[in-house]
């Protein structure tokens, strides 16, 4: 499979770089006790303790800040990002998710995991264009249809499966627990947090092998070097 960074996303985003990793064949049954442990570790507090008004930590400013990937709107408390950036557990009960969430927390940099669909040969971290299609996850009974253009997505085709690299994205991604072949991607910028996307790369990886066997390969992307072809 092939990861490319375009040469319009990399102008808009000097100093852009991206950790990849990919497991198959990955044996999911119940949560595996080490991830159980490291989460409480990251995430010790329980949702009702965390204010809604917590300030968002100053190393999130790369993806959360007026330009970052995904900045803030009128209402922060409702970004998905947020509770990873304050270490607040993650609702979901998938494995996988779990542990990306983890990791997003103890290196203050968000990790997108993702199923992809079979025909998916080449991911592209692009600038959205005006013929590209999205279906909106909360509205999966709603057609699909096109978002504003220049926005940093992730895609195959002309099929959005990302939004702002690290926001949203489509229901035919999503991680499960039966999830065998999933994707993790770390998007950074090399001359603010190259060092946290390297070891959250490296973190992400190991805990993958050992949770969950499988073959676990990684990758990166950055200006000098923005495409990656994995062994399958």
């Given at each position: 499979m092939k990861f490319l960074l375009s040469e319009s996303l990399r102008a808009s985003y000097p100093?852009?770089?991206?950790?990849?990793?990919?497991?198959?064949?990955?044996?999911?049954?119940?949560?595996?006790?080490?991830i159980t442990a490291?989460?409480?570790r990251i995430c010790p507090a329980s949702?009702?303790?965390?204010?809604?008004?917590?300030?968002v930590p100053p190393?999130?400013?790369?993806?959360?800040?007026?330009?970052?990937?995904?900045?803030?709107?009128?209402?922060?408390?409702?970004?998905?990002?947020?509770?990873?950036?304050?270490?607040?557990?993650?609702?979901s009960a998938v494995p996988l998710?779990?542990?990306?969430?983890?990791?997003?927390?103890?290196?203050?940099?968000?990790?997108?995991?993702?199923?992809?669909?079979?025909?998916?040969?080449?991911l592209e971290g692009r600038l959205s264009k005006s013929d590209?299609?999205?279906?909106?996850?909360d509205r999966t009974d709603k057609p699909s249809h096109a978002i504003p253009a220049g926005e940093p997505v992730w895609a195959y085709?002309?099929?959005?499966?990302?939004?702002?690299?690290?926001?949203?994205?489509?229901?035919?991604?999503a991680l499960s627990s039966d999830t065998s072949r999933a994707v993790f991607l770390i998007p950074g910028l090399?001359?603010?947090?190259?060092?946290?996307?390297?070891?959250?790369?490296?973190?992400?990886?190991?805990r993958l092998k050992a949770a969950f066997s499988g073959t676990v390969e990684s990758g990166w992307m950055d200006d000098s070097s923005p495409c990656f072809i994995s062994s399958t």
């Open positions: 100093h852009l770089c991206t950790a990849i990793i990919l497991i198959r064949d990955a044996r999911i049954s119940g949560m595996p006790e080490d490291f989460l409480t949702p009702a303790s965390i204010p809604s008004d917590s300030p190393e999130w400013d790369i993806y959360l800040g007026p330009n970052g990937f995904f900045p803030l709107q009128d209402s922060p408390q409702n970004h998905p990002w947020i509770p990873a950036a304050n270490h607040e557990p993650p609702a998710k779990q542990l990306a969430w983890a990791v997003s927390a103890k290196y203050s940099t968000p990790v997108k995991g993702l199923c992809l669909p079979p025909e998916c040969s080449v590209d299609l999205w279906t909106d996850p085709e002309n099929h959005i499966y990302v939004r702002h690299m690290i926001g949203s994205s489509g229901p035919q991604t090399a001359d603010k947090n190259r060092r946290h996307v390297i070891a959250a790369r490296n973190e992400l990886a190991r």
